[in-house]
């Protein structure tokens, strides 16, 4: 089982950008696959973006795609999500997860060892 810790979030004004990292814990971290996912005041938690073990594959949500990019360092055990031109839209604490099947996830109910989130708040 990995740990999972979300960092990196901040306020910015829109069209600016953050990074978000998630630093994981566990001997078999490398072959996890690292979800992003975020929650707005009172809606449920969305998917973002999926990285799959060793980065052969990502996938995003559509409403993210083209700004958000998402990747990972194994050596480091830290995957990233590098947000561009951000929108107020975008104000949420955001999570990541965990797969040790490698795939790539989109739900939820997929991923696991959810830490604490970080809050990204994008002002207009």
């Known amino acids: 089982q990995v740990q999972l810790q979300a960092s990196g979030g901040g306020l910015v004004q829109a069209g600016g950008s953050l990074r978000l990292s998630c630093a994981a814990s566990?001997?078999?971290?490398?072959?996890?696959?690292i979800g992003w996912f975020r929650q707005a005041p009172g809606k449920e938690r969305e998917f973002v973006a999926c990285?799959?073990?060793?980065?052969?594959?990502?996938y995003y949500a559509d409403s993210v795609k083209g700004r958000f990019t998402i990747s990972r360092d194994n050596a480091k055990n830290t995957a990233y999500l590098q947000m561009n031109s951000l929108k107020p839209e975008d104000t949420a604490v955001y999570y990541c997860?965990?797969?040790?099947?490698?795939?790539?996830?989109?739900?939820?109910?997929?991923?696991?060892?959810w830490g604490q989130g970080t809050q990204v708040t994008v002002s207009s």
């Open positions: 990285i799959s073990r060793f980065s052969t594959s990502t």
């Open positions: 997860g965990a797969n040790e099947r490698g795939g790539i996830y989109a739900t939820t109910d997929d991923l696991h060892s």
């Open positions: 566990g001997r078999t971290v490398y072959r996890h696959s």
